[in-house]
Every structure is written in C-alpha cells, then in structure tokens.
C-alpha cells in the first residue's frame, strides 16, 4: 500500500472539467488542484480520498470544486471519496496515525517499531477503530508474544 498525499491533478485536465461543467476553476489558469490523498492498495488499484471537516461548512463553491475533482477521477476509472473528519472513528484515526509510518521494514529500529510495523502489514490483527494502540498497549502485546513464543 501507497499513501500520497495532496496528490496533483492535471491542470489542462481539471480545466476542461471545469469548462465542460461550466463552473469557475479554482486560481488562476496556473493553479493546480490537488487530492489530499491518493491511495494505492496492495491489489495495485487506486482510490482518491477528498478529506473535509463536515458536510455543513461546505459552500456553493466548495462543492463546485469538489465536482471537478470527482469528475476528475471518474474520467480515469478511479474510486473517490469525499470523507468528513467528523464522521471519522477518532481511535482509528489515532491508530492509523501511530503505525503508518512503519509499514516499511526499514522503517523498524526496535521491538515497539517492529510490532507497529507487524499491524501494520497485518500480521498482527487488530481492530483498529476499537483499540487504543498506544505504547503500554503494545509493550502487554510484546509480552504476549514473547511468552507464547
């Protein structure tokens, strides 16, 4: 998996969505819009995630730029998602936040980086949106493991 985030979209693209929409674009002509995140997934499909704090502060506007980019990506086949922060699991966030940046191998540097790189990868199953992976969370697992081993 592959997480990029505020992702560049094509300029002369997202121009014509906007002129074919009839919608304003975004800037200036030089203005290049972007996707916060641009997910590629271990079956080397693709998924764009538009993230925003919540559906009531979006204006006329915004949601006139959120179309092109959505239109954007249906043109290349792509899965989008508009997500609202206030919709988000907060643990899963959190979780998410602490173990991503090991996902790569050689990322890990001791037992706490190896097991966070363990979940995330998946060899370690847990459930994300429900446990608070934190530190003294993942010293108990290591004691687990050590034990059973």
Not at 105 to 128: C, P, T, W
Request: net charge neutral; with cysteine.
């Amino acid at each position: 998996m592959d997480i990029r985030e505020q992702y560049p979209l094509n300029r002369e693209e997202t121009l014509a969505i906007a002129d074919k929409l009839g919608v304003k674009h975004p800037g200036n002509n030089d203005y290049i819009m972007t996707t916060d995140f641009l997910v590629t997934k271990s079956d080397n499909t693709f998924h764009a995630y538009s993230i925003k704090t919540a559906k009531d502060s979006l204006s006329d506007r915004d949601l006139e730029i959120l179309c092109i980019e959505k239109m954007y990506w249906k043109s290349k086949n792509i899965k989008y998602s508009l997500l609202f922060k206030t919709d988000a699991n907060i643990i899963m966030v959190h979780n998410i936040r602490r173990i991503i940046e090991f996902y790569d191998n050689n990322s890990v540097f001791d037992n706490i980086s190896r097991i966070k790189h363990d979940i995330a990868i998946k060899k370690i199953n847990i459930d994300l949106s429900s446990v608070q992976v934190t530190n003294d969370f993942l010293e108990k697992l290591l004691e687990v493991n050590a034990n059973g081993r």
